[in-house]
C-alpha cells in the first residue's frame, strides 16, 4: 500500500509525515535550491535526482497556499526547488496570475505537467478561476489528474497535444518536464493532437471570453500559435516560453512578423516588464541559456491595459 503522501507548508516551512532520512533530504533539497538560484539552479536537477535514489518512493504534498496543494514525487530534481520557500517558479506568470485575481478569465493550461498552474490559478487567492489542464504524456497525466483530485476537481484535464491541427503524434524525450512531439520520434507514446481552436469547436470553451492561454510545448509553439488563431481575436494573452538557448528568439519572431499580438517580456535583472518592439530586447534579457523565458503576446485592448499597468506597478516595486 503506497505511504501517505509528506506534507510541506512553503508559509510556515512545516515539515510532517518524514522520517529522519526524509528530513534531512528535504533540508539537502532546500539548501541545493537556494545556492544553485544564484546561477539558475544550473546542476540542480541532477543533483536531487540522484538524492531521490535514495528516498522511498511517496509523493510530497506541498501547499502553496492556504487552497493548493501540488503534489509531485518526493526527490523529484524539477519540483524540488518548491522546499526553498524564497523559490518562485516562473515568477513573471506568477506576477500577471496574481495581478489577473479579480478578473473572469478562464485558464488553458497547455504542457501542463503535474498542473502547477491550474492549481494556482483556481485556488481562493489567484481569483479561483476555471481552468483546463492539458498534458499528452501518460506519465504526467495521471499526477495531473492527482493534482486535480486533491483540489476538490476544481479544473478540468485533457490527455492531448497542441498542435496546428487534429491528428496524432509521438512524444519523444526522457524528461517529464520535457517531452514533446516535436521532431521524428518512432518510439514514442502515441498522443492525440489538437488545436487551440478545437477548444472552441468542442464546446470545451466558450468563443467569447478572457483566457490566459499558458503554452509551455516544447517546441511546437508556432504551430500552437497557428491553429489558435480564432482563440487569438478574443480578449486573450498568449503565454509563451521562450528557451535561452534559442538566440534567434523564434517564437518571439514569428508573433512579431507574423501575428498581430503586441509583446511583452519580464526581464528578471531589474524586475521590470518590457514591451519587445525589436530582438535585440530578448539578446539582453536571455542571459542564461539553460533555462526558460515567458513572453505574453496580446492584441486585447483590455488586456494590454492591464499589463501596461502591471509594468508601471513592478517598476515602482523597484524603485
Known amino acids: 500500500m503506497a505511504q501517505p503522501p509528506i506534507q510541506f507548508d512553503r508559509a510556515s516551512g512545516a515539515l510532517e509525515g518524514a522520517n529522519a532520512w526524509e528530513r534531512t533530504a528535504a533540508l539537502a533539497l532546500a539548501t541545493g535550491a537556494k545556492i544553485s538560484s544564484h546561477f539558475s539552479h544550473m546542476g540542480y536537477i541532477a543533483c536531487a535526482n540522484l538524492l531521490r535514489k535514495t528516498l522511498p518512493e511517496r509523493n510530497i504534498a506541498v501547499k502553496l497556499n492556504e487552497d493548493a496543494v501540488f503534489e509531485f ?160 481575436e478574443t480578449d486573450s494573452v498568449l503565454l509563451c516560453e521562450e528557451h535561452g538557448s534559442d538566440r534567434k528568439h523564434t517564437v518571439s519572431r514569428y508573433i512579431l512578423e507574423q501575428t498581430p499580438l503586441k509583446l511583452t517580456v519580464f526581464d528578471r535583472s531589474t524586475r521590470r516588464l518590457e514591451t519587445v518592439n525589436e530582438l535585440s530586447i530578448l539578446d539582453r534579457i536571455k542571459v542564461s541559456t539553460h533555462i526558460g523565458y515567458n513572453v505574453f503576446g496580446t492584441a486585447s485592448a483590455f488586456w494590454q491595459d492591464r499589463i501596461d499597468a502591471l509594468s508601471a506597478k513592478a517598476a515602482r516595486r523597484v524603485q
Open 73 to 232: 514525487p518526493y526527490g523529484d530534481g524539477y519540483w524540488s526547488k518548491l522546499l526553498n520557500r524564497d523559490y518562485t517558479y516562473e515568477d513573471e506568470l506568477e506576477l500577471l496570475f496574481e495581478d489577473s485575481a479579480d478578473v473572469d478569465y478562464m485558464l488553458v493550461d497547455c504542457g501542463a505537467n503535474y498542473g502547477y498552474w491550474s492549481v494556482l490559478a483556481s485556488s481562493r487567492p489567484f481569483g479561483a478561476h476555471r481552468a483546463i489542464a492539458i498534458e499528452p504524456s501518460e506519465q504526467n497525466y495521471s499526477k495531473l489528474t492527482n493534482n486535480a483530485r486533491v483540489n476538490g476537481n476544481r479544473f478540468e484535464t485533457m490527455k492531448c497535444a497542441i498542435g496546428a491541427s487534429r491528428g496524432t503524434a509521438r512524444l519523444s524525450g526522457t524528461k517529464h518536464e520535457a517531452f514533446s512531439i516535436a521532431g521524428d520520434s518512432a518510439d514514442g507514446e502515441e498522443v492525440p493532437v489538437i488545436a487551440l481552436d478545437d477548444l472552441i469547436e468542442d464546446q470545451k470553451i466558450p468563443p467569447k471570453g478572457k483566457y490566459l492561454v499558458k503554452l509551455d510545448v516544447e517546441g511546437v509553439e508556432i504551430d500552437a500559435i497557428k491553429g489558435g488563431q480564432r482563440l487569438m
